[in-house]
């Protein structure tokens, strides 16, 4: 005869744990990201020019002077030795664009693909890793379906 336990079966730990998890996703999901909301709102009111180039430097309220992004080909060691220090927000299959002043973290927004429906920022480099200060922040704007690529603009 077993005795009663306090201990929980394997069903009930994996709807315990499926449940956690869909907490995290639809939280994580649904944090505003505000280069989305910069580039969206962007290219929703100059849709009609032909040369739409955004100028970061003047759509964010938050102070920075560098900008970074990593494509989901880096790993988080290549990340951590580009920073200088040990990124602690990181998921394996994302885009993410970090932004610094003077070496410190100040804000970072990241995009998960899904291959059969993709949607989200990119920025269009020959490398893993681009970096850019403030004042040359300037891409720009294509869209191709639901991805926003940001070229580089050098002018």
């Not at 920075?64 to 992004?69: K, V, Y």
């Not at 290549?78 to 885009?95: K, M, P, V």
């Not at 890793?129 to 603009?153: C, G, M, W």
Request: hydrophobic fraction near 35%; charge should be neutral.
């Amino acid at each position: 005869v077993r005795k009663p336990t306090n201990n929980m079966g394997d069903y009930e730990m994996r709807k315990y744990v499926y449940f956690l998890f869909l907490i995290l996703f639809f939280s994580c999901g649904n944090e505003y990201n505000k280069v989305d909301d910069a580039v969206i709102s962007y290219w929703n009111r100059h849709r009609t020019e032909k040369n739409i180039v955004i100028d970061f430097s003047r759509e964010f309220t938050f102070e920075w002077d560098t900008l970074c992004f990593y494509s989901l080909g880096c790993s988080l060691d290549e990340i951590n030795h580009d920073l200088g220090f040990q990124l602690t927000e990181y998921t394996d299959l994302a885009d993410r664009m970090i932004f610094l002043n003077h070496g410190k973290l100040v804000y970072i927004a990241g995009w998960w693909y899904d291959p059969e429906n993709p949607k989200g920022i990119t920025i269009d480099s020959p490398n893993n890793i681009f970096k850019t200060n403030r004042s040359r922040a300037k891409f720009r704007i294509k869209k191709k379906e639901d991805v926003f690529i940001l070229q580089p603009y050098l002018r």
